[in-house]
């Protein structure tokens, strides 16, 4: 089934002409894997199920997708033993940059359009060439900008999310927000599923919220960002983000997923939003979470929001309530942080349960420059939300010195109460509220 138009090896692949996609297939033991190969490729580039008199070999070797490599799992070279049912397949298929265009939308729906329901098939990876990516700005912030705004240079920060996540008065919210802003967080998010509501809109909020980091850095002489969720409609974000930032907004979340990730890069790319954005997770599950299709985490939840700008990103963390492999969580960290061409660098935020007993473990995973995201352990903290928000800030503290936590507890008395309660984290297990365990 070999196509010299279709069908390339690594070297001949033009640089800078093809973003690669990485393919994970399985198929039963008597697949054609050339023959489903090319279908994959001409599904999402020139071709369709029959021959067509427009697609000539000169509009094939234009935009047809090249298929670049096809690997077995295990790598079978003489024989597929007796017995055998299914067998798995990596396949690397580069795509025409000129066939996509400046937007993520349609580089989606060409990498993973159609095929995405092809059956035992995943994205595993996308390889963006630097001259794509220049259509892109990515995070206007990234890891110094935040780290700028805040006056903190180096050490892990502290996000809590404001808890109960829905009911409360803004009024309610304000003073949630000052005892941990009280208590040293660095920043504080509304929660996803909190927007605007009867009882309480997102500029009272935002006007509420500002005065109580105000009064708390009067107190501390610690800036806390606040990051208002103005996720909507796709035609009032940019509305929303606009009349949050005149209120006093000093951050915006978007729950990106829901709303789509090329509204988040309008918001990212817009000069009059010129403030840190941060894209929360929810609906990602729905992306990755099977392990023979959909798109790997890292994608979901790392490269494509730092690609479209988010300042931060929220992910599970593998320590806490969530289900999620340290593996999937080193991936994702990376692909916030590593070099990505000119695009800055994104915070990876690792929540859901998080605990200070789990802070030593997230030390261990990423150092320096990602954030705690803790909710319930701030605000569901036996002595109070300051001193949840005050062990957290300990719990980091001596992961930087290289202290056990349960050594810093003996002088902080929060740190032990919270230690108490919730215990110290192991790698593996993940934390007392376990929603696969519930």
């Excluded at 010299?4 to 090896?9: N, S």
Aim: glycine share 10%; with cysteine; aromatic share 8%.
């Amino acid at each position: 089934m070999y196509d010299p138009i279709a069908f390339t090896i690594p070297e001949g692949l033009k640089d800078g002409d093809y973003i690669v996609a990485t393919y994970l297939y399985q198929t039963g033991a008597r697949a054609n894997i050339h023959k489903l190969a090319l279908a994959l490729s001409e599904e999402q580039s020139s071709g369709t199920w029959v021959t067509l008199p427009g697609e000539s070999d000169e509009v094939r070797k234009r935009h047809v997708g090249r298929i670049v490599s096809i690997w077995e799992v295990p790598d079978y070279e003489v024989a597929v033993p007796e017995g055998v049912a299914e067998r798995s397949w990596v396949i690397q298929i580069g795509y025409p940059v000129h066939n996509v265009g400046p937007q993520i939308p349609l580089m989606l729906t060409t990498v993973h359009g159609n095929i995405s329901a092809a059956g035992r098939l995943k994205l595993l990876d996308l390889s963006f060439p630097e001259a794509y990516c220049k259509y892109f700005k990515g995070p206007k912030f990234g890891i110094a900008g935040v780290r700028e705004l805040l006056g903190v240079p180096e050490r892990p920060l502290l996000h809590a999310m404001i808890k109960p996540s829905i009911g409360l008065t803004p009024e309610q919210s304000a003073e949630a927000f000052y005892q941990a802003a009280l208590g040293g967080t660095d920043a504080v998010k509304d929660d996803e599923l909190v927007v605007s509501h009867p009882w309480s809109h997102f500029l009272e909020r935002v006007k509420l919220h500002t005065a109580a980091a105000r009064r708390a850095y009067e107190e501390t002489g610690e800036k806390t960002l606040y990051f208002v969720n103005v996720t909507d409609r796709a035609d009032r974000l940019v509305e929303n983000a606009r009349r949050a930032i005149e209120a006093g907004a000093s951050a915006l979340m978007v729950n990106y997923l829901v709303v789509g990730i090329s509204a988040l890069s309008i918001l990212a790319d817009d000069p009059d939003i010129n403030v840190p954005i941060l894209a929360h997770l929810d609906f990602s599950g729905t992306m990755y979470g099977a392990p023979w299709s959909g798109i790997s985490s890292h994608l979901v939840l790392g490269k494509l929001p730092r690609l479209a700008g988010a300042d931060i990103v929220v992910y599970p963390s593998p320590h806490g309530k969530f289900p999620l492999l340290q593996a999937k969580h080193l991936r994702i960290a990376q692909s916030l942080t590593d070099d990505f061409y000119h695009i800055k660098r994104a915070w990876p935020m690792p929540g859901g349960g998080v605990h200070p007993g789990m802070v030593p473990l997230l030390y261990a995973d990423m150092h320096g420059d990602f954030m705690v995201g803790a909710g319930g352990a701030v605000h569901g903290h036996p002595m109070g939300p300051a001193a949840g928000a005050q062990a957290l800030r300990r719990a980091i503290d001596a992961a930087v010195a290289g202290i056990p936590a349960e050594q810093m507890a003996e002088k902080h008395p929060e740190l032990k109460a919270a230690l108490k309660v919730w215990g110290v984290a192991k790698v593996g297990v993940r934390g007392g509220y376990d929603l696969m365990e519930a």
